[in-house]
């Protein structure tokens, strides 16, 4: 009986041996859910700096083909060299240190959109997580291709869904940040974005996607793009660029060429010094189904200043828009922007030949601070208006309770308002970009309240049907114009 036993426990012992030997052995070392990849010998993957690509794939294999094992952890000091795509499957977070570093391998010769990072199955991979590292796109060490051009995005996804990449620093790129396509239920914030080469995201044909608190440096086009998109929210976020040829377009762009998009929310981001527009929305969808399918855009709480600084295009400006229905643009700022703050325009240099027809292409503009419009570099003439509509057989403005003042030109083109007035805002610091509104009732500083001499003209001025309920007492039952208005930060009534 006892030497029965004795067989049976060998038996065991082997068979435990062997179930052992099929996981990597450092992974002792690890305890569930995460695998650790590393450059100094104490993962469960070592790298050494080269083809490290190898190492964090077998790393991500083993998690996507064990469930008890969630997530791969890049562990820092260490920069891990990749000369191939890194394949990332369903419900699997690759996360690392902050001092970890992903960069691509000096001449890479990839083809174009082949990306550093990729869902597993071309099917789509869905619930993926990226956080905590750093992506150096090592622009410099691939000389030999063109930014913008599809080579070498730091992840490209199709048809997955719950995506969320976060606590992101990536740089000097080539590519997209992120780009995705027939994506649902994506969320992007909390990044560091600074000279990719084309997008920071780049959403196509997706459904309920969500960026904020990034803060972007254009390289090449936008921070944050849309095509074909919706139920959409881009809000808190830092955007600018530099001035350079290679700068870039819009802070934002919103693009149609078919398919539906009336939920699209922009709202809270500072937005200045770019190169193109700070918003360029254009829909060229000649679709007899969806043509008339793109309603409803928000744009309101937003701060823009100095954008357009490109001297070689034409259709620079605060917000550019054509072919959009009951786009609101409120409670906006608008300060030394380049030929206008608000126009309806259509480029047909990037796009097709085509404006939609008819006169239901309405833009609606209140509440908003237009000051200091200046002219725009390339063929000034006739630029430096507060709002301008180039497109008057087809579009047109409902405005209404803004504030226009100084700027170059004039405040209006091809449009007016009977409601609007043109005075000195009295900001607390234009310079400084400080745009709340100096009043006697009390002033928020970031800190504390504080009580001015004068009073803005703009408090208690807003379009009178506007919600103001979120203003402190007392807010004189009415709306400011501005950034502020219906805020908790509004500036207190004069009275």
């Known amino acids: 009986m006892m030497s029965m036993l004795k067989q049976e426990l060998v038996i065991l012992l082997l068979v435990s041996c062997l179930i052992l030997a099929s996981v990597p052995v450092a992974l002792c070392q690890s305890p569930a859910p995460t695998v650790y990849v590393s450059g100094d010998g104490s993962g469960d993957f070592n790298c050494d700096g080269k083809d490290d690509h190898v190492q964090i794939n077998q790393a991500l294999k083993f998690v ?43 001449n890479a010769g990839w083809v174009t959109m082949k990306p550093m990072i990729q869902q597993m199955s071309s099917s789509g991979n869905n619930n993926i997580v990226i956080r905590g590292f750093e992506v150096n796109g090592n622009h410099d060490g691939n000389p030999s291709v063109a930014k913008g051009k599809g080579y070498y995005n730091i992840i490209y996804f199709t048809n997955c869904k719950s995506v969320t990449v976060c606590d ?14 027939y994506g ?14 084309h997008d920071g995201l780049f ?65 809270n981001n500072v937005i200045h010094n770019t190169y193109g527009p700070g918003i360029w929305m254009f829909n060229y969808d000649t679709s007899s189904a969806t043509k008339d399918k793109e309603k409803n ?18 259709w620079v400006g605060g917000i550019i828009t054509g ?43 209140r509440n908003n601070i237009i000051v200091d419009t200046q002219k725009r570099t390339k063929s000034p003439s006739g630029t430096g208006y507060g709002i301008v509509n180039y497109l008057p057989e ?66 208690d001025a807003g379009y009178p049907s506007s919600d103001y ?27």
Not at 80 to 106: F, H, R, W
Not at 297 to 314: A, D, E, Q, R, V
Not at 333 to 355: C, E, L, R, W
């Open 297 to 314: 855009i928000h744009i309101h709480h937003n701060i823009f200043y100095n954008t357009g600084t490109n001297p070689s295009i034409t």
């Open 323 to 365: 072919g959009f229905e009951d786009t609101v643009i409120e409670n906006n700022i608008f300060d030394g922007i380049y030929h206008t703050a608000i126009a309806n325009m259509y480029i047909n240099t990037y796009s097709p030949a085509y404006v939609p027809q008819g006169d239901g292409f309405t833009t609606i503009v």
């Open 203 to 267: 959403a196509i044909q997706c459904e309920n996607v969500e960026a904020w608190n990034n803060t972007i440096t254009c390289r090449t086009n936008s921070a944050l793009r849309i095509w074909n998109s919706n139920h959409v929210k881009f809000h808190d976020n830092l955007i600018d660029s530099f001035y350079h040829w290679s700068a870039g377009g819009p802070g934002i762009q919103v693009e149609k060429s078919a398919g539906i998009m009336d939920d699209v929310e922009i709202y």
């Open 394 to 459: 087809t579009h047109s403005f409902s405005i209404s309770y803004n504030c226009l003042y100084n700027n170059v030109v004039g405040n209006y083109k091809s449009c007016t308002s009977n409601t609007d007035i043109h005075v000195n805002p009295l900001f607390v610091n234009q310079k400084n970009h400080d745009y709340h509104l100096q009043s006697r009732g009390g002033t928020w500083n970031g800190k504390t309240w504080v009580k001015y001499k004068v009073s803005s003209p703009c408090i």
């Open 168 to 181: 992101m620093y990536m740089h000097d790129g080539l590519g997209d940040g992120l780009r995705i396509k």
């Open 64 to 106: 996507a083909g064990n469930s008890k094992y969630t997530t791969v952890h890049l562990k820092g000091p260490f920069t891990y060299v990749i000369d191939d795509t890194l394949l990332i499957g369903s419900n699997t977070i690759l996360e690392g240190d902050s001092n970890a570093v992903l960069k691509l391998a000096n």
């Open 469 to 495: 309920s979120k203003e402190p007492e007392d807010n004189g039952n009415r709306i400011n114009i501005g950034r502020y208005g219906n805020t908790i930060y509004a500036s207190k009534s004069k009275h």
């Open 184 to 197: 649902e239920n994506i969320k992007f914030y909390d990044n560091t974005i600074y000279k990719l080469g």
